[in-house]
């Protein structure tokens, strides 16, 4: 994991306070050295098969293992499938943690969050197919749907309380906060799939992160947004 800085400390324990519960902690969980690598080549091999097509000596072959030494630490592929995606998933919750922490306007947590979000086109591409089979497999395997529900649940809790406090400094005009999070999300996983699927992905990203921004911004500024109906 990435180590916590003390400006990321204090804006998860805002959070925490806010909701009455660590919202990373689901996610989290200590992996041993040994585990950690095991989990890096596994997320390697699934970045360039997808989730269904890799088997255990592939990673075992990518970190220099026997198929035993992946058996004795995780069982069977499911687990070691769900424990990279665990693995990756709070990985990616805390960047987006880390970089609200440090932006100072509502508009600048948007901002640097999407930033963080959009990192770079090899590691997003990795992590969105990889993500989306997820999805895929969250609708009719129960470990999958809770892995996945739990990541939307922490994801919705940290865009909330960036769209919370852009309404108390009067930046935002939304009325339902848990509406706008599922919206904020749907606004940048709904860009994120229209970019995997662009046949030129690599010169394209910099174009959908810009577009995800200001989509997100004309969103939250917007006098119907949230708005029941």
């Known amino acids: ?10 804006a998860r324990a805002a959070v925490a306070a806010q909701t009455g519960r660590d919202v990373l902690a689901p996610l989290q ?21 997808g989730v269904h097509s890799f088997s255990l000596q592939d990673v075992a ?11 004795y630490h995780f069982k069977s592929k499911e ?3 769900l424990a990279t995606m665990r693995w990756v998933l709070s990985t990616v919750a805390e960047r987006i943690h880390r970089s609200l922490a440090r932006a100072r306007s509502p508009q600048d947590r948007v901002l640097a969050m999407i930033d963080t979000i959009f990192a770079d086109p090899d590691a997003n591409r990795n992590f969105y197919t990889a993500y989306l089979d997820l999805v895929g497999d969250a609708a009719r395997l129960d470990a999958y749907n809770k892995l996945s529900a739990t990541f939307h649940d922490i994801v919705n809790v940290l865009y909330a309380d960036v769209i919370r406090q852009g309404v108390d400094d009067g930046a935002f005009t939304v009325t339902d906060l848990e509406e706008s999070a599922r919206v904020l999300r749907a606004i940048i996983d709904g860009l994120f799939v229209q970019w995997v699927a662009d046949t030129g992905w690599q010169t394209s990203h910099a174009r959908y992160r810009d577009t995800c921004k200001r989509a ?10 949230g708005a029941k109906v």
């Open 29 to 49: 969980k200590d992996f041993s050295a040994k585990e950690v690598q095991l989990i890096r080549a596994a997320y390697a091999i699934i970045g360039e098969k």
């Open 216 to 225: 997100a911004l004309a969103y939250l500024r917007s006098p119907n947004a």
């Open 1 to 10: 994991m990435v180590p916590a800085e003390p400006g990321w400390q204090r």
């Open 61 to 71: 072959e990518a970190a220099w293992v026997s198929k035993g030494v992946i058996l």
């Open 79 to 81: 687990n070691l499938i």
